[in-house]
């Protein structure tokens, strides 16, 4: 049975090769760096404000995001947040074994909404929402570890907020605007054949 181009271009998305895991990889390895890096500076923000660190939070879901958003193929934005975390922890995390946790149930939550969209349909405004799928998956992480169990109410409701919000600036709309400075360039182009649904998402 023939296959229409449409079929085929579908197609041409399931599954990962060994180019896509590598490039993932490689995407992790660089987001695990600054993940390390990022550590010190989450903290010489804390007091500027209750709960100011929250806006910078997203940093830490940005490696699945933008990995989704060079790849688009399912299981992308798992692999590379836990790469990335592995990375993080492998250089010394201040959060230990732990990281790698939240790294797997940061990724699985982006995974998540890219899936609901069949990982096809990508825009600023997916990329944000799976950003904010990463922040769920971490503020329930957050709850069951105790770290924030303890919180009165509005202080939990501000804590969620400016998580939320700095977390679709920085792993949605920061992510976004980084891969199609990237795309502009051609480099990605090596990477996965470019569709007409990916010229659109550029406008």
Request: glycine share 10%.
């Amino acid at each position: 049975m023939l296959q229409t181009k449409g079929e085929r271009l579908k197609s041409g998305r399931k599954g990962l090769t060994l180019t896509d895991i590598l490039v993932t990889i490689v995407l992790a390895v660089v987001f695990g760096i600054i993940y390390k890096i990022w550590g010190p500076t989450y903290d010489l923000v804390k007091p500027f404000g209750l709960h100011a660190e929250q806006m910078i939070y997203g940093m830490w879901f940005m490696a699945g995001t933008f990995a989704f958003l060079v790849i688009r193929k399912p299981g992308v934005a798992l692999l590379a947040e836990i790469a990335a975390s592995t990375v993080s922890a492998f250089l010394g995390s201040e959060w230990g074994i732990s990281t790698l946790i939240y790294g797997a149930v940061q990724g699985l939550g982006a995974e998540l909404i890219f899936a609901l969209f069949l990982y096809r349909k990508v825009n600023v405004w997916i990329t944000s929402l799976a950003a904010i799928g990463s922040a769920a998956g971490s503020l329930i992480l957050d709850f069951g570890y105790g770290y924030i169990d303890s919180l009165q109410t509005w202080s939990y409701a501000l804590l969620i907020g400016l998580r939320l919000a700095g977390s679709i600036v920085l792993a949605g709309i920061v992510a976004y605007s980084l891969y199609k400075a990237l795309e502009l360039t051609g480099v990605t182009k090596s990477l996965r054949k470019t569709t007409k649904e990916d010229m659109e998402a550029l406008h």
